[in-house]
């Protein structure tokens, strides 16, 4: 028997035999005599009173089970009658919800390219670096990170990440302090969104944008507002109408750089413009740049805390997407404010840290060397398959009647325009996405998911061969079902007749 139900056993058994064994108290044992100190009650009074007390319990429960609990208070229920919380209800994922919707049975004679997942591991051709996966070795084996950790992180990592992450101010120099490690960058998310939004709040995200933002946020009734990216000016917001959403319960305005899902990278010029509108209105800015390494030639990508001092940032950033382990849930949060404006903010952002007592400690005691080990030679061969995949992708669909793919400029991803009115056999993206599955067994995702009908994200992390044939099934496709403007057609043919005469 272990020790301590041995002890317990033990204690049991000797409170059972000392009240058995309670000396009977005398009437001159009164407290109230003179002289009198206080003994051990009569044990039989005190036995008889108890039983006393439950027979009356028992009889009020056979009179009516309901009416109270073993504390005596009324519950005031008469049967099974459990309710989900108002969070878990109000609680969506609009590309697991449109997906589930869709009625499709993928060509048997074809096989499958799912273009829809973002996870960048899922085909084997994107593997994490040997360096990386030692250093989890190396952790593991060390015994050292089996416990909990400070809520925030352990110091080494967040030190670890601090030195990684200089780039993001102008003096290169991160308190660790100021680093905030989570599990994955989407717990980094709805830490900041919560930090900085309370309900009947609203925060300010991009459309088309990745559809967590409105998951996170809606649950606890914090309004989602939506600027709107601009596909002609290469995803860049819309300034005057993000600006018009702005009134005085808006905590925060969010931005996406490198984007999911346009692939989008914003300039110094037009990240000054989101800044100065911050300024303006006294916003602080939440800025999701998981994808910041993920970014072509000829561009460049700007950490927004880089060229601010004067509006505080909480960037996220993590493991996921460059190093290729999104299982691994390391995500983090770095805080920028140097003109300290924030305020209990912080304090909030790092009580949240408590509700899951941090994050994976096995995985924080390898950053120092996932973070310093991994060679850059690996990060641009990731980036080269990314690259040559979207210049590929774009390069065969911007030839397909009907489509209009946006070269992407980072990220993993490319949306493609469908001009849906050309294709009459579907009624919008969400039933062309449905019908290409069954037809040709590629699976893009609508833009419905997010927030932007009328387009379809691609990923671009596939094998070069694969993202080859999706492209040719995608062209036969819409070749297929193109329907081309009858009254254009007769216009032109009649306006060649006139001119030959």
């Known amino acids: 028997m272990p020790s301590s139900v041995a002890n317990e056993s033990q204690f049991r058994f000797q409170s059972s035999r000392s009240r058995a064994s309670c000396?009977?108290?005398?009437?001159?044992?009164s407290p109230d005599s003179p002289g009198a100190v206080p003994v051990t009650p009569n044990c039989d009074v005190v036995d008889q009173a108890l039983a006393e007390l439950q027979l009356q319990?028992?009889?009020?429960?056979?009179?009516?089970?309901?009416?109270?609990?073993?504390?005596?208070?009324?519950?005031?229920?008469?049967?099974?009658?459990?309710?989900?919380?108002?969070?878990?209800?109000?609680?969506h994922n609009r590309i697991r919800n449109i997906v589930e919707s869709l009625k499709i049975k993928p060509n048997p004679e074809k096989p499958m390219i799912p273009l829809s997942i973002g996870d960048p591991t899922t085909f084997g051709?994107?593997?994490?670096?040997?360096?990386?996966?030692?250093?989890?070795?190396?952790?593991?084996?060390?015994?050292?990170?089996?416990?909990?950790?400070?809520?925030?992180?352990?110091?080494?990592?967040?030190?670890?990440?601090?030195?990684?992450s200089a780039h993001q101010r102008p003096d290169e120099e991160i308190d660790p302090n100021d680093v905030v490690l989570c599990s994955g960058c989407s717990s980094a998310l709805e830490y900041c969104i919560l930090a900085l939004a309370d309900r009947g709040q609203n925060i300010l995200v991009p459309r088309p944008g990745f559809c967590l933002y409105h998951t996170l946020a809606e649950g606890l009734d914090i309004e989602?507002?939506?600027?709107?990216?601009?596909?002609?000016?290469?995803?860049?917001?819309?300034?005057?109408?993000?600006?018009?959403?702005?009134?005085?319960?808006?905590?925060?305005?969010?931005?996406?750089?490198?984007?999911?899902?346009?692939?989008?990278?914003?300039?110094?010029?037009?990240?000054?413009?989101l800044i100065a509108i911050c300024e303006r209105h006294y916003l602080p800015i939440i800025a999701d740049e998981i994808y910041e390494h993920f970014v072509f030639p000829g561009?460049?990508?700007?950490?927004?805390?880089?060229?601010?001092?004067?509006v505080p940032v909480f960037s996220c950033g993590g493991l996921t997407k460059r190093f290729l382990v999104p299982g691994w849930r390391m995500g983090w949060i770095i805080v920028h404010d140097r003109k300290q404006r924030l305020g209990d903010a912080v304090k909030g952002l790092k009580n949240m840290c408590g509700r899951i007592l941090g994050s994976n400690?096995?995985?924080?005691?390898?950053?120092?060397?996932?973070?310093?080990?991994?060679?850059?030679?690996?990060?641009?061969?990731?980036?080269?398959?990314?690259?040559?995949?979207?210049?590929?992708?774009?390069?065969?669909?911007?030839?397909?009647?009907g489509l209009n793919?946006?070269?992407?400029?980072?990220?993993?991803?490319?949306?493609?325009?469908?001009?849906?009115?050309?294709?009459?056999?579907?009624?919008?993206?969400?039933?062309?996405?449905?019908?290409?599955?069954?037809?040709?067994?590629v699976f893009c995702l609508p833009g419905s998911c997010f927030e932007y009908p009328g387009y379809v994200r691609i990923v671009l992390t596939v094998p070069g061969a694969m993202i080859e044939e999706a492209c040719a099934r995608i062209a036969e496709f819409c070749e297929r079902h193109f329907k081309k403007d009858t009254r254009a057609f007769i216009e032109h043919r009649l306006l060649d007749e006139d001119l030959a005469f």
């Open 57 to 91: 319990s028992q009889e009020i429960r056979q009179q009516d089970p309901m009416a109270s609990t073993s504390s005596g208070r009324s519950t005031g229920r008469s049967g099974w009658k459990i309710k989900a919380s108002a969070l878990s209800l109000n609680t």
């Open 361 to 401: 400690t096995i995985i924080q005691g390898a950053l120092p060397d996932i973070l310093t080990k991994t060679p850059q030679s690996y990060f641009d061969g990731v980036v080269d398959v990314l690259h040559s995949n979207a210049t590929l992708a774009y390069k065969m669909l911007k030839q397909v009647r």
């Open 224 to 273: 989602v507002r939506y600027y709107d990216l601009l596909p002609e000016q290469q995803w860049r917001a819309d300034l005057v109408q993000l600006e018009s959403l702005i009134d005085e319960n808006t905590a925060a305005l969010l931005i996406n750089n490198p984007s999911n899902p346009c692939g989008s990278v914003f300039d110094e010029k037009h990240l000054r413009q």
């Open 299 to 310: 561009s460049k990508h700007l950490a927004v805390s880089s060229l601010t001092t004067e």
């Open 405 to 441: 793919p946006v070269m992407p400029n980072g990220a993993m991803y490319m949306m493609i325009g469908v001009s849906i009115e050309r294709f009459p056999a579907f009624k919008d993206d969400t039933h062309f996405v449905q019908e290409l599955v069954n037809e040709q067994s």
């Open 125 to 164: 051709n994107l593997k994490a670096a040997d360096e990386t996966m030692k250093a989890v070795l190396h952790s593991l084996e060390s015994g050292k990170y089996n416990g909990y950790a400070h809520t925030q992180g352990h110091e080494v990592a967040r030190k670890a990440v601090s030195k990684y």
């Open 23 to 29: 000396p009977s108290r005398s009437p001159s044992d």
